[in-house]
């Protein structure tokens, strides 16, 4: 397939330029070749590469190699900020023959490739973020230096869905090493996408030298004319092309079978190159790598994981159908009511990252001194691992107080309620607060599962109350399902928006419905596991049942994070709202009576199946198989997500989809859910119809 | 006790232990230049290797290179970071002295200061240091200078007082570089646009043999020119020399500030981006530290003239400097003058009368070749001085001196450590 065909695929493409100097450098026979990759806009829409991007690049080798005087060094690096930030994933979508993702990664090797065979040294001068096909770029370079300002380092192929295939599956391993080389590709990727930090990356061997950003630039030329006329010796790492190379590989599946069991084939395919990467010679490796990415780009998984990149990347900045910004009120003073585990971490959010008074009040003295104190620790832990300042820290310890009366809630520009889920404890809540803040105070509850309406119905001024429901634990889990109630007007409605924005946390508006998205999907799904439990599926059985989606646990290790006593009442809420579909498990009950934490022993490492539990079980008679537990629960999660977009709980499949990522930890490969209840056919059996079209999270046909 | 009175008796004794004990004084000390660097000088303007650069990175990547130079110096051993810009604003503006260290890496507890006196900017950081340091303040300072003409034009954004016009204080042509080097013209009508342009093209060839010979060069840092169009370059050498210029090509230039006048683009310093800075160290620190004293300080002084004769400003600060320094012309064996234009050099050389062409001044050329970043140039013609003293164990004491806008001139004598009597 021709380049221009390539190009057709990507009408979008913002095209990263390769701009083209010479600089006469002290020591050097002839100048060094300086080429500057910039798409043009700012550091906030990094370099990426297309097609056309490619082309560019390869047109600038060919006008080096034209140069006379013939150039002595070939020097890359990027725009201010920005190295490269891989390949320019926008056009995937229109892709839709494997011939041509093929082509991608042919095009991307014969390019990259001529830095590589080039008969001048070639360096990468990586300035700024090098992710992807950017790093893959500068390993294609013959050295690399690196400024210690550098943003952010990292393969995040296997994190979309795709493998390292411009390159870096071979070049990386041989650079430094499989152990090292997994790490960064397999288990960083699958590790909520982690970037190395420069000093890390030097660490490895990924650069030969690291220079300070002030001056990155004239120390990096300097360093290269170094190693051009052998002042510098570069010296590397050696790599163990023996077993340890088998030994990483065998180690890096192990780990990723117990993450993914299966679910998505990148980290396998990667793994596979690397393997192969051992005794392969160049060209093939490059050929399985052109296969690899053949088959992943074309794969229903990371058509997923693309569409849920930009959920929850680009969709989550700004909050669909939210009102316009400018109507939020300013948030000065924060009250937060209660000092439980939830109040806590409220608390040190709010104070952290609004940096503004929040003032705790409890009507248990005892339990309000600990939670204070426990938000106090919670900083100083924050400043012992340098994520704040000590100054900051005496700040924010100065700032979260606590007030044994709702008075000390006076001024306050928010209040947040995390007392017990009980409707009427709520109620009365609110009524205290509404007696001692300004009209203008927004009250907000972090209810999971009770109507905000219904707490909102008897006071003076309803139209202020929402939900702003956040995922325990509130420091990892980035989604705040907000609760438009009935009465709730538009500033309130902005205000709760951009409280949850100020707190880095992503917003999704949700109807106040009960269970809202997370909780609802959650529990309908749980309560099918169980309730194949308490029919007399073994408990293994069902809690393996889901293995093959690749979700971030097993439904009974959620139950235990959960904890029984609020999986229950969710499930008890849900079933007095529907009881056709969410059942309460005598099981359940059961469990939380004999207050167990869960059904799984911990003690050696391995969970063990508590033998209480199974003696406090009664079980029937009518086991399912595996399989017939995994159809069972995703049927009753695709009709329920269906149900829950005809009654407008949300505006779309995407909502649902942003949800399950941010707030339940449901991987990129399955898109969230619904893209993989479509691709299974499971939507169309189920609902008789998909949730989206095709197209979207999937290979057009 | 209780644990106040304690503090309060406390207090008490150590008041009476300031009074019963007169502080000390540190005793006045050496003052040498141990070293400078500068950036290649660029062309201002929007097609200058510089137009897309900014200009307190400049001074930056001079201070980080003169430091990288010197990796035993402990950074917290800087006193202070003087840095010198004529106009103080946009990147050139902030306290540019404080801001460039913490840019530059220096540690928080390094300070800095901004100064100004046009274009003796520089050679006002030198002499403010080397103050403090011969006061014993001081050990070891940065002074530098930088000026980014193509985004900092002369006189951009400034508002003279009404009074200066209606008061009749100052001659309008003052404001004018160009204008007070014609008002020079016109006082001094022995010195001609030909002499002129002679003076222009010797600075010319003068300072291609300096690069030839490696004179001129050794100083030099590295700059990268990112531009947005072009991606990344790299500066390595100055913009403007043009060392094949001949007199009679400078004939043909048409005068750029006066009709039918005498001052034209090649006969004096064009417009020009560039920094320098250097580093200062009481001698006897230098010492202990293991730095290089590359010249000791003599003594130093401005004076002012009228404004409208700017250009005459070395002659009363070079007559100051030598008599307090109970030294005369003739002992002076090097003179680095900066030549903003070339009818004020001759102007200085015909006062002390000394020829057009004197090998002791500005052998490796000057400013009509290499540029005259305002507040950048002093530590530039220091520079060169250094070189040429190492060059030159014969001569025991040289000068840089320099005209100053708004009328004032600067002069500082150095001594040679590296001169032997024959």
Redesign the interface.
């Known amino acids: 397939m021709s380049t221009d065909a390539l190009a057709e695929s990507f009408p979008d493409e913002v095209v990263t330029r390769a701009l083209v100097r010479y600089a006469d450098v002290g020591g050097l026979p002839g100048p060094v070749a300086m080429i500057t990759l910039d798409n043009g806009l700012d550091h906030t829409r990094p370099s990426t590469f297309g097609p056309a991007g490619l082309v560019c690049l390869d047109r600038a080798i060919d006008d080096v190699e034209a140069h006379s005087p013939a150039v002595s060094a070939i020097a890359v690096t990027g725009k201010p900020y920005v190295f490269a930030v891989g390949a320019d994933l926008s056009g995937v979508p229109k892709v839709r023959s494997r011939d041509d993702a093929v082509a991608i990664g042919r095009l991307g090797h014969r390019v990259f490739g001529r830095l590589r065979a080039s008969s001048v040294p070639t360096f990468a001068l990586i300035n700024g973020a090098a992710l992807g096909g950017g790093l893959e770029l500068a390993l294609s370079c013959h050295y690399r230096t690196l400024s210690t300002g550098a943003g952010a380092l990292a393969f995040p192929e296997c994190y979309l869905g795709l493998v390292p295939g411009w390159g870096g599956s071979f070049l990386l391993p041989h650079l430094i090493g499989a152990e090292s080389a997994i790490a960064v590709i397999v288990d960083n990727a699958l590790s909520q996408n982690r970037m190395l930090r420069p000093a890390q990356a030097h660490q490895l061997g990924i650069a030969d030298a690291m220079f300070e950003p002030a001056d990155f630039i004239e120390c990096s030329i300097a360093w290269a004319a170094g190693v051009v006329n052998g002042d510098v010796v570069v010296r590397r790492r050696d790599v163990d092309r023996g077993s340890g190379w088998d030994d990483a590989v065998t180690r890096g599946r192990a780990a990723v079978e117990t993450r993914l069991h299966g679910a998505a084939p990148a980290p396998y395919r990667a793994l596979d190159l690397i393997a192969a990467a051992r005794d392969a010679d160049i060209d093939t490796a490059f050929a399985a790598e052109d296969e690899a990415l053949g088959d992943l780009l074309m794969s229903e998984e990371l058509r997923s994981g693309l569409y849920a990149f930009d959920l929850v990347h680009k969709r989550a900045r700004r909050a669909v159908g939210a009102p316009d910004p400018s109507l939020a009120r300013q948030a000065t003073k924060v009250g937060v009511v209660g000092a439980g585990l939830m109040a806590r971490q409220l608390a040190l959010l709010f104070a952290h990252r609004l940096q503004v008074p929040v003032v705790l009040t409890d009507v248990d003295a005892g339990r309000l001194e600990a939670g204070v104190t426990a938000v106090h620790r919670q900083i100083e832990a924050l400043a012992a691992k340098g994520r704040i300042t000590p100054d900051t820290a005496l700040r924010l310890v100065a700032a979260v107080t606590g007030s044994p009366t709702v008075e000390g809630l006076a001024g306050a520009d928010v209040v947040i309620e995390a007392v017990f889920e009980d409707i009427d404890v709520k109620r009365r809540v609110f009524a205290g607060v509404e007696r001692v803040v300004a009209r203008s105070c927004l009250l907000a509850t972090n209810t999971s599962s009770l109507s905000v309406s219904a707490m909102a119905e008897r006071l003076r001024h309803p139209e202020r109350v929402v939900g702003l429901h956040f995922f325990n634990p509130v420091a990892v889990l980035p989604l705040v399902e907000v609760v438009r109630a009935r009465a709730t007007d538009e500033e309130s409605l902005a205000t709760a928006v951009a409280l949850a924005n100020a707190a880095k946390k992503s917003a999704v508006l949700v109807r106040d419905a009960p269970g809202f998205v997370v909780n609802r999907l959650l529990t309908r799904m749980l309560g099918e596991v169980i309730a194949a439990i308490d029919e007399g599926t073994p408990i293994e059985d069902a809690d393996r049942a889901l293995d093959p989606l690749g979700l971030p646990m097993a439904p009974m290790v959620l139950l235990a994070l959960v904890g029984p006593p609020v999986a229950l009442h969710v499930a008890e809420t849900l079933h007095d709202a529907f009881p056709d579909r969410f059942a309460v498990s005598d099981n359940l009950r059961r469990l939380v009576d004999a207050g167990k934490p869960g059904i799984y022993l911990w003690d050696g490492g391995e969970p063990r199946i508590d033998p209480d539990v199974s003696a406090l079980f009664t079980r029937g008679s009518s086991p399912s198989t595996v399989d017939d537990v995994r159809a069972r629960a995703l049927a009753a999660v695709a009709d329920e997500a269906r149900r829950m977009l005809d009654e407008k709980v949300v505006a779309g499949a995407r909502d649902i989809d942003e949800c399950m990522i941010l707030g339940a930890g449901w991987p990129l490969h399955l898109g969230g859910i619904t893209p993989y209840l479509d691709r299974t056919g499971i939507s169309e059996r189920v609902t008789g119809q998909r949730f989206l079209s095709r197209g979207v999270a999937s290979p057009l046909p | 006790m209780s644990r106040e009175a304690a503090v309060s008796r406390e207090a008490a004794v150590s008041r009476e232990a300031a009074v019963s004990r007169e502080a000390v004084s540190r005793a006045l000390s050496d003052v040498v230049f141990v070293d400078g660097v500068r950036t290649p000088f660029g062309r201002a303007g929007p097609t200058g290797m510089y137009a897309q650069t900014r200009a307190d990175d400049l001074v930056?990547?001079s201070i980080?290179?003169l430091l990288a130079r010197y990796p035993d110096l402990a950074r917290e051993r800087i006193d202070d970071v003087a840095v010198a810009a004529t106009t103080q604003t946009g990147d050139q503006g902030l306290t540019i002295g404080r801001t460039a260290a913490l840019?530059?890496?220096l540690p928080a507890s390094v300070p800095g200061f901004a100064v100004d006196r046009m274009c003796a900017g520089a050679m006002t950081a030198v002499t403010m240091v080397a103050s403090a340091i011969g006061a014993g303040a001081y050990d070891v300072a940065l002074a530098a200078g930088v000026e980014h003409m193509g985004r900092h034009p002369m006189g951009d954004g400034v508002d003279p007082n009404p009074r200066i016009i209606a008061e009749k204080l100052v001659d309008p042509s003052a404001l004018v570089m160009g204008q007070t080097a014609e008002n020079l013209h016109d006082r001094f009508p022995a010195i001609t646009r030909s002499r002129a342009d002679d003076y222009a093209a010797a600075s010319q060839q003068r300072f291609g043999r300096a690069v030839a010979d490696g004179s001129v060069g050794p100083e030099l840092?590295?700059?990268?020119t990112?531009s947005?169009?072009?991606?990344?370059?790299?500066a390595?050498?100055d913009e403007r020399p043009r060392p094949a210029t001949t007199a009679t090509e400078l004939a043909a230039l048409a005068p750029a500030f006066r009709p039918h006048g005498r001052v034209t683009a090649g006969n004096s310093a064009g417009r020009t981006d560039g920094a320098a800075a250097c580093l200062l160290a009481a001698s006897d620190v230098a010492a202990e530290l293991g730095l290089p004293a590359a010249m000791r300080m003599v003594g130093y002084a401005f004076a002012g003239v009228e404004p409208e004769v700017m250009g005459l400003g070395p002659i009363p600060a070079t007559e100051k400097v030598l008599r307090r320094a109970e030294l005369s012309i003739e002992d002076i064996g090097l003179i680095e003058i900066n030549e903003a234009f070339a009818v004020q050099v001759l102007a200085f050389l015909d006062h002390y009368g000394i020829g057009d062409d004197d090998p002791r001044v500005n052998p490796y050329g000057g400013a009509i070749a290499v540029g005259h970043p305002l507040a950048a140039s002093g530590v530039r013609l220091m520079i060169a001085l250094a070189t040429a003293f190492a060059s030159r164990p014969d001569v025991r004491y040289g000068l840089t001196t320099m005209c100053v806008g708004i009328g004032m001139g600067g002069s500082v004598v150095w001594a040679n450590p590296h001169w032997h009597e024959a």
């Not at chain 2, 840092?221 to 990268?224: F, H, P, S, Y």
């Not at chain 2, 947005?228 to 790299?234: I, Q």
């Open positions: 930056i990547r980080r290179t840019l530059a890496g840092t590295t700059v990268a990112r947005a169009e072009h991606g990344y370059g790299l390595t050498a």
